[in-house]
């Protein structure tokens, strides 16, 4: 298996932008991807799987069960709205090996896909209260650095941990433009204020008008979704193989 | 070598159920399993190996000495009980890429055999001391929730660790229905009760008639092997590489 | 790289039966294997080198740098004496997906030159001070464990961690005849009196006339790799990532 | 992905010699080639990514990002200057296995470039205060030897971690000649004292003649560097998976 990509079908699509939604620092770019596909009604197109992911099997409240997963969505925008390939999920790899490999199969289906442009969002862990979180970037390139900087966003000077920075890092290497935008965050749960920024600066590029009122009910499905895998409740006990931090938290 | 099966015999079989039986939490698929290959009488017809497994040889009373393994029975059912495979064996693998291995190969070789339904057994943790045992299932669909439902297992919600899970989870991606039955257990040992509880509800869905009265004797039986094996005794030295509760235990 | 064999001759070989020699337990092993090379004056003919071996250069007195190995001596026995396959080195692999490929690699190329029969050799760990160590096996069948049984072992029942296990294990689903003859040691340090007891034994089934008197020599010898390869002095130190024990000490 | 490498200009160079120059202990090699690559402003012409590096993105002063990378820069020498490959880069690989195919890949660029010389950087750990750290090789044939000895180097008997180690290792195993020059260090900082006498021997044997003025200001710059990467503040909570010493401090 490895890595294996399930497509179920193949929307023609226009110079989408890849937007990335995995858990990470705050569940920032986790709560902000399930909202934009709520939302918007975006449609699951294909779904993948990995043996990097934890061998285990997710149940749903109707005792259904299916393996750990990453899902891509669509949404074809209306009037002056961008495209959107939406990367959704419950885990990132359990590795480097893996984290890669990932990373490469959505890049590879974005590349088909006519997407030249990744957004990843997250979470800069702060402590303390954060009462207005800021917002920071690291871009792909000098163009996609602007346009983060148009959003109001400073530039970051550190390491951006997990898919978030390696989507754009890599996606770099391939021609790709995009930004990784991230906020402040305490980072020890699902943090709405977080996301509710990067959001909002989000979709103010992507010209997408989304309801952000009801947030927080996605928040709550964030973190029922996140205690119901696990991540959430072993948070503290958790350590990963390899140095460095953690994409989770 | 990674993962290599070595098949002795083909059977010819009916729509087989794939009943798993590997050690996890409270060894209550292991001993299921047991119990059904001894009372049974069913046949060795393929062996696993995997480089996942631990690099060690297991030896015997007799001083025989093999590799760590997964062995594949078959029963040919008589009248209305339903044939099997019966998945058992002494160890999972090691790595989550090697569970997700280990997990594709076997469901090569049933879906040969003609084998579309899968049943995993198992324990959920539960503190103090059990009297009697409740079953929970979560399934791959609503009819294989059905049959796990008329058996009166109620709906599990949470992970379900290693090939227990992985097997009904991966096989629904496949197409197969099934269910993972799984009991009470306080699961630090070799759980005769929370067996019989699932053994017994397994054998009223494959209208098999087991004397369950032996059961206790191939409690004893596999707490021998695993001990020997070294499982038991390291039980609680032991932390997997992965992160999330491990099959062990 | 993964697991390179390089050869630098075919040696033309009656039966020979390979003879493994790699620290282990007690380094009862590594000792006897190096004395053997030593006393017949075998010849190197292969030298195999392991992405699983560590990320390191070994060095000699002379300055001289090289990977961390295993090598391969063969001896043509003289009259009634058996022709051997050496298996010497300064480590096993770190994974245990590495010890399967290394021990496929040399049972490959020892199935090459006409061997079908393996002798490993290891340590039991036996608390407090062993004047007189008992021997014990596990065999690949019964004509093995009958050779075994005739050089006064007795059936060992346990595991038989690392490569002293799986050549003789995986030896055994390929065909081999061979066993593991085990030493009581207490385990911390390369052990003579074990060594020399499984040397011994091993020398009346092979036929061979060692001179044992220099056998502390070797022992020495040993300790100094091993203390220049850095495992002498890490032992206490050290963990492996699988579970069970290691082959380490 | 694994471990792929990018190749932007492939120079024309007579008989060069590769210095090895990535982190490793006191960041002697790491100080080292950044100071060669900026005083003989050296041209990078390949990139090397791997996946078992560590998955986040490097982010820069300007808010660029990229993967952690290797760099490969050449250097035409002038006069009797020796033509130079020069690795830099600010992460060795996180694994054993991403070790040995990282340093496959470099061989066999260095030898499709007519290299068939290998110096490699080190530091010894050394206990309090280093006034004037001596200088120990260890090298890959007898003539390497003697290069060695002529710049003062005494005998190094032990293990040396990571590609210093192995690339002049593995490189003697494909015929190339070199050595590994360490000196004496506390280790546990980017160490000015040990890159200056490490790299005052280098050019002596290069025939070069670097300004070692400014060699304090490539030391902050490295400083820098790690710390963003996160190297250097990770120093003592970092805990490599292989037995051994790791390559880091």
Redesign the interface.
Known sequence: ??CTV?IYEKPKLEKPVLIEGLPGIGFVANIAALHLIRELNAKIFAEI?S?????????????????PFNELYYYKGKGEERDLIILYGITQ??T??G???LC?KILDLAEELGCRYIITMGGIRKEGKVEMPKLY?????IES?GD?LSLGAE????????????L???G??RGFGG??LLAETPGYYPDAKAARAVLEAVCRYLKLKIDLARLDITVEATRKILE???ILR?EDK?K??????S??I
Chains 1, 2, 3, 4 share one sequence.
């Not at 990963?240 to 931090?245: K, Q």
């Open positions: 298996m490895v399930k799987h043996s990097a992911f934890q061998d285990l099997a997710v149940t749903t409240e109707k005792g259904d069960v299916r393996p790899a359990l480097s090996y984290q890669y490999e490469g970037f690291a871009a792909a390139n650095a983060a530039i970051f000077g550190g390491n951006i941990f997990g898919l978030a920075g390696l754009v890092a890599l770099k290497l930004f990784s119901d895998y696990g072993r958790e990963r193989e390899e140095p460095g931090e994409w989770l």
